[in-house]
């Protein structure tokens, strides 16, 4: 009575559900399975429908549900476990973290608008986390953490692109693949990084361009071999590279995108999940499909097992898969303990616990205490309520550890324990559903394979509201009714950091990290590393960085390495080191009078006047001549050396002590001409040397001059003011001479500069700012140069004139000339501000490379035309900027330019004009406002339609208004029904079309050009986003529909098969989709034969294949038209028919099945029946095409026999009494004998394969 009253009091309670009682209406499903870290320290994590399953020992298992993450679970959530503890889910809504085991979650702000498609951590790295973003059309990419998720930054991004997953190579972890796929023109993206993902070099993939291009592994003996897994309208490809992602080929297909890959060490066996588990015995080459389990939503190998998400179809949520595809349940998920133990305030407290009731009946749970599990657990960390055993051991066939363990009363044991009494119950809630669509189905003339009471209306959940939630609220009574005591849980998982306080206080090893057992470690702080235990201080000369030649002598500048020559050398002005000149021992007397000079202290002296072709001589073989001067800062010296022989000269300078090289060395040919300027009051050396070795003495004459001071300064400080409009007159004195003039010009004004020299070497000319820094450049050519620019700011403006190559001498000449304000403003805050409407105005391009700026205030939403159209210009280049600065769009392609946008956020944004290079000239421009976009452009802002009407149709127009607008239509699908989506054009040149689910995952497509359309069948229900755009650049406007064609008339794989009888009735079909598989079963008897018929009505052609629970084929006529197959089944078994019709095809069709009866002979010589041999026939008939009749003859030694037989045609095969060796065979009639005596088998089959029929045997002496 107890139970009556208890279940009759929840009854009431649930009469006015609230909405999150009803967030979890459907079956339990497992997602993924992950292990915390990569150190395998026994934490674990799974990914469900309903939240995350958690278990820090990988044995008992807590809840933590959805809601209390922050995503629903409509979602399908990607989860990363870090060795440092952090719990990162990732969905379309968003990256979501927990610091502290679970209990508080928290959204990361960088996710809010991409939402996050993967997380992933680096091996080896325990702070570094990966994730990518495919939110549909947001701004997506590929980031990177370095702090355990607090901090992110941008590794990859691309506009209209969905980034889809990381994978790390498990033999170099130095290699890390992303993947990605573009939202325009489906091309496939792989990042490829050899730095464990310190950075991405991205490449196109060779590969089929289909939607949804995703990572799924790498292998991990190959770092070059990796799989992804794409969509390619009505099917999920798993492609495989050999080659890091270059090019892909196909190796399997199914119904449902491939998720994850196992490599069986040593083995060559590859294991795949998708819809159906695939593998593969070539290490990945060729996949065949996998019999069970049957819904297999994960794969993964951890602690040297390969283990197995299964569905609730499988009845297990995780299994041990053996090689042999052996599968060892080892949990269900009505072996959790309950909720995971949380504070109230937490969010999984106060989250979680209210609807603990709804989340408890979907797992077969008690619901007594809002699910939290109490501290002292289960014996020996096992599961609440178990016995305290191994709670990892395999599920037992009778129900499980929780067997027989009911207080008693109610019938809880009878149901196999209170724990599986919700569960049961949700069984038979989704039997009853099927049941109730196949009734409406069979009042709307769809289908008669069912007989009953009509079905009722149907809500979302899949039966009416009311009705869902009373079965639903009777389990949870139910469940409330029968439960013993709440079992006893796991202790508190929020532990006490080790590194709280702080335990690492030796000198310079204070970094506290935990190490896989939880223990402290520490570590040398940042700038210090490990010495035999002793945390020495980072020298940047330690190694030593300094490699140049002659260039090896590191020593610290403050705390930054500078590199030094080594001893005996000295650096020149290029940085380099060359040997010092102090070396006076290679003396010698020959030669010239001047003998000995062979060093600085050798030196001829010359007086301040100079020296003019003075003869010497280069003798014997490398003979050095050094020369001397006394001269001021900053005089120019000029030395002209030159041989009388063929032979080249070299000519360099020096100066200050210790010596060291003035510019550069001059010469090469048989003279030298160079100028040098001193650096300082002193003593000036120079030297001429042979230009090559050479074993004859090389006369020459040297002349040595004062050019006196440089007539205009070198830098900016000693900057010449020059005067606008007048030529500026100077000469380059010296090799390496710069000379910088400096003008003040006028903010706004275009200035035309030109340049020139009468020498033949190019001069030229550098835009320094005030420090000095090359800003622009340019060169004469045929002796001028010319630049006509703009100045942004009032100032002087620096021009540095230099000669490529040096030379000793070279006069130039430069003017500056005014040419007045330029029209339009080169930059953002000289934008002339513009309005939409206005009339058209004139705009002119000054100077080659001027820009002319505009802005406009933009409201929100709104779509803005700006036109720009060529006068006396001939080519518009047009770019817009938003707010930010980012560029949104660009028109380059010459003659007019426009563009088009729809504003995302309000503000002030500008307008680019420019032209090609070389081009000025005139031009107009115009700004038109387009009004509000009809639809929004992602899934963020997609237009909510809501459900459509059973049965209905929901319908628009819509308007592609700018190039690359996406209109984005968002709608609620029920579950298990058909929509067809079209969009037929009206001013648009062609429709493309895709549909995606919340996950962003493609799900259906038609960008085949002209009308668009998709059939498919939303078997989970849900939301989901109509993507809809124009070819290339195409505007224009279309007609929209979303009609609801209900439920699927037959099941579309042999788990969902519709039952029929083998009677021979009638039963109709309608292949509904373009994919569309009708799978129909039947109970076949051993031995019996069935005629299997499936007739055309609207159908163009009957694809029919029969096949047995493995899928094995047995028989089927797939030749078009009407298809018909005969095959005898050779056990009692449910075996299946699949219907289906060549793609784009769709129509009605009936099928039967006829039981033709047993055989009336069997097969094998094992029970043939006995036979006269006096000439009395024997008949039979081959009941199916192939049919083989044996039977037994016996007889006599050396006795002639003869055959004959009449009816169909036929064969046979006469054996001896071994049932192997062959006497005969042929087409009677025939004869035939054997010395031996006793039993004969005689095997008759049809002459041709496909007859059937009656015939008639006799064998007769």
């Not at 945390?535 to 590191?554: E, G, L, R, Y």
């Not at 224009?1036 to 042999?1054: M, P, R, V």
Request: glycine share 12%; with cysteine; net charge negative.
């Amino acid at each position: 009575m107890r139970c009556a009253v208890l279940s009759a009091s929840v009854f009431l309670v649930c009469a006015l559900p609230g909405p999150d009682a009803r967030a979890h209406d459907g079956p339990p499903e497992p997602l993924s399975l992950h292990e915390r870290g990569d150190d395998g320290d026994g934490g674990r994590v799974m990914g469900t429908s309903f939240g995350l399953l958690q278990s820090v020992n990988g044995v008992a298992w807590d809840i933590i549900c959805a809601e209390a993450i922050g995503y629903t679970e409509q979602y399908d959530p990607v989860v990363h476990w870090s060795a440092g503890g952090t719990l990162f889910v990732g969905s379309p809504k968003g990256l979501f973290i927990s610091r502290d085991g679970g209990c508080n979650w928290s959204p990361h702000s960088f996710f809010t608008t991409r939402g996050a498609s993967d997380v992933r951590g680096a091996p080896g790295q325990p702070n570094v986390v990966f994730a990518t973003s495919s939110r549909i059309a947001a701004q997506n990419g590929l980031f990177r953490s370095d702090d355990d998720g607090f901090n992110w930054t941008t590794l990859a991004a691309r506009a209209d692109t969905q980034y889809t997953a990381i994978r790390f190579a498990p033999s170099n972890p130095m290699r890390a693949y992303a993947s990605a796929w573009s939202l325009d023109d489906s091309a496939p993206l792989v990042y490829r990084s050899d730095d464990a993902g310190q950075s991405f070099v991205e490449s196109t993939a060779i590969a089929p361009w289909f939607s949804g291009f995703t990572l799924v592994a790498v292998s991990p003996t190959d770092p070059e071999v990796l799989f992804a897994s794409v969509y390619d309208g009505s099917e999920y490809v798993l492609l495989a590279s050999n080659d890091a992602g270059a090019t892909f080929a196909e190796v399997a297909r199914d119904a449902r995108a491939f998720r994850a890959m196992v490599f069986e060490p040593d083995t060559g066996i590859v294991w795949a999940t998708a819809n159906r588990l695939f593998r593969s015995s070539d290490g990945g080459k060729t996949f065949v499909k996998h019999v069970a389990p049957k819904r297999p939503a994960c794969i993964t190998r951890a602690r040297g097992e390969t283990e197995l998400c299964g569905s609730s179809l499988d009845e297990f949520a995780i299994a041990v898969l053996e090689l042999d595809g052996g599968i060892t349940p080892t949990f269900r998920f009505d072996q959790s303990r309950g909720l995971l133990s949380c504070a109230p305030g937490s969010s999984v407290h106060d989250i979680c616990t209210p609807i603990w009731g709804a989340i408890a009946a979907l797992l077969g749970l008690p619901s007594e205490d809002g699910g939290m599990v109490t501290p002292d657990g289960g014996a020996d960390g096992g599961p609440a309520g178990s016995d305290g055993g191994d709670a990892g051991a395999s599920i037992a066939a009778d129900g499980g550890p929780n067997e027989g363990k009911s207080p008693g009363g109610c019938g809880c044991a009878e149901s196999g324990g209170p724990e599986r009494v919700g569960w049961i119950a949700i069984l038979g809630l989704r039997a009853a559903m099927r049941r109730s669509r196949r009734k409406r189905a069979k009042r709307a003339g769809r289908s008669n394979l069912s007989a009953g009471t009509a079905g009722v209306p149907r809500a979302r959940g899949g039966a009416t509201a009311a009705a869902l939630v009373s079965i639903l609220c009777g389990v949870v009574a139910l469940v409330v009714a029968c439960s013993p005591t709440p079992p006893p849980g796991p202790p508190d998982a929020g532990a006490a950091d080790p590194c709280t306080p702080n335990p690492c206080g030796e000198a310079h090893r204070t970094v506290c990290t935990t190490d896989a057992s939880g223990a402290p470690s520490c570590a040398c702080d940042p700038g210090f590393h490990d010495v035999a235990g002793a945390c020495i201080a980072d020298s940047p000369c330690d190694p030593n960085p300094c490699i140049q030649p002659h260039k090896t002598v590191c020593s610290l500048v403050g705390s930054v390495a500078a590199c030094g020559c080594d001893p005996g050398f000295v650096e020149d002005d290029h940085g380099d080191c060359v040997p010092s000149p102090d070396d006076c021992s290679a003396q010698h007397v020959t030669g010239d009078a001047f003998e000995p000079d062979e060093c600085p202290t050798l030196a001829r002296d010359i007086g301040g006047s100079g020296t003019q072709r003075e003869s010497h001589t280069l003798d014997p073989q490398d003979d050095v001549d050094w020369f001397r001067v006394d001269v001021g800062k900053g005089r120019i010296i000029r030395v002209q050396a030159e041989s009388s022989s063929s032979m080249p000269l070299r000519a360099d300078a020096w100066m200050g002590s210790p010596l060291a090289p003035v510019g550069r060395a001059h010469g090469g040919s048989v003279g030298v001409d160079a100028a040098w300027r001193a650096p300082a009051a002193g003593t000036f050396y120079f030297r001429v040397a042979a230009g090559e070795p050479t074993s004859v003495p090389i006369p020459y004459t040297i002349s040595l001059g004062d050019l006196g001071l440089d007539d205009t300064g070198d830098s900016v400080s000693e900057a010449r003011a020059g005067s606008l409009g007048e030529p500026e007159l100077g000469t380059l004195q010296f090799n390496g001479d710069v000379d910088v003039l400096s003008f003040m010009l006028e903010a706004g004004h275009t200035w035309r500069f030109e340049w020139s020299t009468s020498a033949p070497t190019p001069l030229l000319a550098d835009w320094l700012d005030g420090a000095g820094t090359v800003i622009r450049s340019g060169a004469t050519t045929g002796g001028t140069g010319e630049l006509v620019t703009r100045t942004e700011s009032t100032g002087d403006v620096f021009i540095a004139l230099h000669a490529d190559p040096e030379v000793a001498e070279m006069p130039w000449s430069v003017t500056v000339t005014d040419l007045g304000p330029d029209d339009h403003g080169d930059a953002p805050a000289e934008a002339t501000a513009i309005a939409p409407g206005a009339p058209q105005q004139a705009g002119t391009l000054e100077r080659d490379g001027d820009v002319d700026v505009f802005s406009f205030t933009a409201i929100a939403g709104h779509i803005y035309d700006f036109i720009c159209t060529p006068v006396s210009v001939s080519d518009c280049l047009v770019t817009l900027v938003d707010p930010s600065g980012t560029l949104v769009a660009e028109d380059l392609d010459g003659l007019e330019g426009r563009v088009t946008t729809e504003v995302g956020v309000a503000g002030t944004w500008t307008v680019q004009v420019t032209a090609p290079p070389g081009q000025t000239g005139g031009y107009t421009y115009a700004l038109f406002d387009l009004g509000v976009d009809d639809f929004g452009d992602d899934s963020m802002t997609a237009a909510a339609l809501g459900m459509p009407p059973v049965g209905g149709t929901v319908s628009g127009v819509g308007n592609i208004e700018t190039a690359g607008d996406r209109d984005y239509l968002q709608f609620e699908a029920d579950i298990d029904h058909i929509y067809d989506i079209t969009c037929t054009r009206n001013t648009l040149g062609a429709c493309n079309m895709r549909v995606f689910d919340v996950n962003g995952l493609p799900v259906a497509q038609d960008t085949n050009g002209g009308d668009a359309r998709t059939l498919h069948l939303y078997k989970g229900g849900g939301t989901y986003y109509v993507e809809i755009s124009g070819a290339g650049t195409a505007t224009g406007t279309y007609s929209w529909k979303i009609e609801d064609h209900q439920h699927d008339d037959h099941g579309d794989d042999l788990f969902a098969a519709t039952p029929m009888l083998a009677n021979g009735a009638w039963v109709n079909g309608e292949i509904q989709t373009f994919t569309d598989q009708d799978w129909l079963s039947f109970a076949a008897v051993a031995d019996h034969a069935y005629r299997i018929v499936c007739q055309r009505v609207s159908l163009g052609d009957c694809l029919l294949t029969v096949e047995d629970a493995a899928e094995n084929v047995l028989a089927q006529d797939t030749n078009g038209q009407d298809a018909e197959v005969v095959v005898k089944m050779l056990s009692s078994a449910d075996d299946y028919l699949q219907i289906s019709a060549p793609m784009g095809q769709l129509g009605t069709y009936w099928v039967k099945i006829e039981d033709l009866g047993q055989d009336d002979c069997p097969e094998t010589q094992a029970g043939a029946p006995a036979m006269f041999v006096n000439g009395i026939a024997a008949n039979g008939v081959f009941e199916y095409p192939g049919d083989i009749d044996v039977r037994e003859a016996s007889l006599v030694a050396n006795t002639v026999y003869h055959l004959t037989a009449t009816g169909v045609p036929l064969r046979f095969t006469v054996y001896a009494s071994d049932g192997v060796t062959v006497i005969a065979s042929g087409a009677p009639p025939a004869s035939f004998s054997d010395p031996v005596a006793g039993p004969h088998y005689l095997e008759v089959r049809a002459l041709s394969p496909m007859a059937t029929g009656a015939y008639s045997i006799a064998v007769s002496p």
